[in-house]
Nanobody, 128 residues
Framework: QFQLVESGGGLVQPGGSLRLSCTAS????????VSWFRQAPGKEREGVACISSGGGDTDYADSVKGRFTISRDNDKNTVYLQTTNLKPEDSATYSC?????????????????????WGKGTLVNVSS
């Protein structure tokens, strides 16, 4: 069964860094674009970053540009989100998602529409 599992979250001080991982089982991620999303309590889900199947195309939400980097290792069936210079407002549950109908980051990726598989998420808490 196709599953996505996120890891790497935790408690970090403002200005700190975390590397989040999204690992797939039951399928090969190399054929799909993968996106990261986050949702804080009481707030709407926000698209954070997207990467195409080959890794050559990436896109980021304005709120994380210059601080977050998405990458992938298709041999390990894993997509990463390196977060740096974290701020309290980055605190949220971070989830990865896949649209199995495309290899690309579609223009609408940030909405989450069309994503066909979601992980359960990993919690990031940025606090002093």
């Amino acid at each position: 069964q196709f599953q996505l599992v996120e890891s790497g979250g935790g408690l970090v001080q403002p200005g700190g860094s975390l590397r989040l991982s999204c690992t797939a089982s039951g399928t090969t991620l190399r054929y799909y674009g993968v996106s990261w999303f986050r949702q804080a309590p009481g707030k709407e889900r926000e698209g954070v970053a997207c990467i195409s199947s080959g890794g050559g195309d990436t896109d980021y939400a304005d709120s994380v540009k210059g601080r977050f980097t998405i990458s992938r290792d298709n041999d390990k069936n894993t997509v990463y989100l390196q977060t740096t210079n974290l701020k309290p407002e980055d605190s949220a549950t971070y989830s990865c998602a896949v649209n199995v109908r495309t290899t690309k980051c579609l223009p609408s990726w940030e909405t989450g529409d069309g994503m066909t598989r979601w992980g359960k998420g990993t919690l990031v808490n940025v606090s002093s």
